[in-house]
């Protein structure tokens, strides 16, 4: 799910407080439940949302507070369910899916929240232009209705009856409880390094699909240009993430595909970081956004299921939710970054900037016309994207280098194969005998 400011640019839900409190619950023998709380909080705080703009809440004494704070508390709740949701792609991966299969399906059910952020940024704009904010909101509200209602009925079980490899196998009492498996967990150094490479990798990618209007709109793109891109952009990254998904189900090469992957991606960003200060390079911005997105979206099933295998047997949630994060973490830190290290942009490029500085009228409320004074000063964004750049190619040579993994998951399922097929041919000899 998504939110909108009053530029109408979506924006990812930042959900980082409850997130250790998920993993306990997610590796609860009731899973199940997760999946029905967060699709429901997902629903909840959308109508809330859509509430704070109806004429008995916005037009209130004060009605501007008691809107922005109806909105904020429908925002919060959406917030709270993302992460009920983002955790359970590994865990379903792992209970219903055999070894070739788990990466396909953690790359399909990860992939939903980037497309929904692509296709916000594809009609948010367009729906606020000419219907107005409260009509995006209860458009948002049929989604995250719909979801639920699929999600009572497809989701009946937490595990099938026949488990779909050994791994899958494991009883509850004897998977590592929540505070045990954290202890397990904080003590595993490659695990902080994956944290460190998908925290920085992803982080930025985040970082960048917020901040790229600002960075574009300074060289002379418009907002409706970057929100185009970062769609197409995102739905390459869909097409790279299936088919990096099947290579991984039947390799088993995490991190030799992760190398490759995020090596291409480092590549593809100091395309971008080249051709996206030039004026008038639409093709190139455009090409290297999409070849971008081909590559870099795929490192969540990798990551993801990397961090299961080093870290098995600990529940699946608890490695999820530590690197879903440190993704936040770092993306905080980059936006962070990107204040603090812009600069005011020359004067050659102002008279082509398409940053907006104009008072723009949404739609007329309470019989008072609401005009937003949008205005953002040009800023070059050269030293942000040279450090994005650094830290990425940091992340790279970390895993290149010092990253060590071992895949405990699948070494599991090839010694309990082993030992099923002796027992089976240690009982047709006695049978023969």
């Known amino acids: ?204 990618f985040n970082a960048m699909i917020t901040i790229l209007p600002q960075m574009l709109c300074s060289y002379g793109y418009s907002d409706t240009d970057t929100g185009l891109w970062v769609t197409i952009m995102i739905f390459s990254g869909v097409a790279g993430t299936i088919i990096v998904s099947i290579v991984l189900g039947y390799t088993k090469k995490y991190k030799e595909v992760g190398v490759i992957t995020l090596g291409l991606s480092v590549l593809c960003f100091i395309w971008f970081s080249q051709v996206s200060r030039l004026y008038d390079q639409s093709v190139n911005v455009l090409l290297s956004l999409c070849v971008f997105g081909f590559f870099a979206l795929p490192l969540v099933p990798v990551c993801m299921e990397l961090g299961v295998e080093i870290t098995y047997p600990v529940g699946e949630a608890i490695s999820s939710g530590l690197l879903w994060s440190s993704v936040q973490v770092f993306a905080v830190i980059f936006i962070a970054l990107s204040t603090a290290y812009e600069s005011p942009l020359s004067q050659d490029l102002i008279s082509v900037s398409k940053c907006s500085h104009d008072p723009v009228q949404h739609a007329s409320y309470c019989n008072t016309s609401i005009i937003d004074i949008i205005e953002y000063t040009p800023q070059d964004m050269t030293n942000v994207v040279y450090l994005y750049m650094a830290l990425i190619v940091m992340a790279f040579l970390y895993m290149v280098v010092l990253f060590k993994p071992s895949y405990k998951r699948v070494e599991s399922d090839k010694k309990e194969e082993v030992r099923i097929k002796q027992g089976l041919l240690s009982s047709a000899s006695k049978a023969h005998l």
């Open 1 to 204: 799910d998504t939110a909108t400011g009053p530029s109408s640019t979506p924006s990812t839900d930042t959900a980082s407080s409850p997130r250790f409190a998920t993993g306990d619950i997610n590796d609860d023998q009731n899973s199940l439940m997760q999946l029905y709380f967060g699709a429901s909080c997902n629903l909840i705080g959308a109508v809330i949302r859509w509430i704070s703009t109806i004429p008995p809440v916005l037009c209130s004494h004060d009605y501007q507070r008691s809107g922005y704070m109806v909105a904020m508390i429908g925002q919060t709740i959406t917030a709270f369910a993302q992460p009920f949701l983002l955790f359970a792609p590994t865990k379903l991966a792992s209970f219903w899916f055999g070894p070739k299969e788990r990466a396909f399906c953690t790359s399909i059910t990860s992939i939903g929240n980037p497309v929904g952020i692509a296709i916000a940024y594809l009609l948010s704009p367009h729906i606020v232009e000419s219907n107005g904010l409260p009509t995006l909101l209860w458009i948002y509200a049929i989604p995250a209705a719909v979801a639920l209602l699929l999600t009572i009925i497809a989701f009946r079980k937490s595990k099938p009856d026949t488990p779909p490899a050994p791994s899958a196998n494991v009883e509850d009492d004897s998977v590592l409880g929540f505070l045990h498996g954290l202890r397990q967990i904080l003590g595993n150094c490659s695990f902080w390094g994956l944290m460190l490479v998908w925290g920085i990798a992803a982080g930025l």
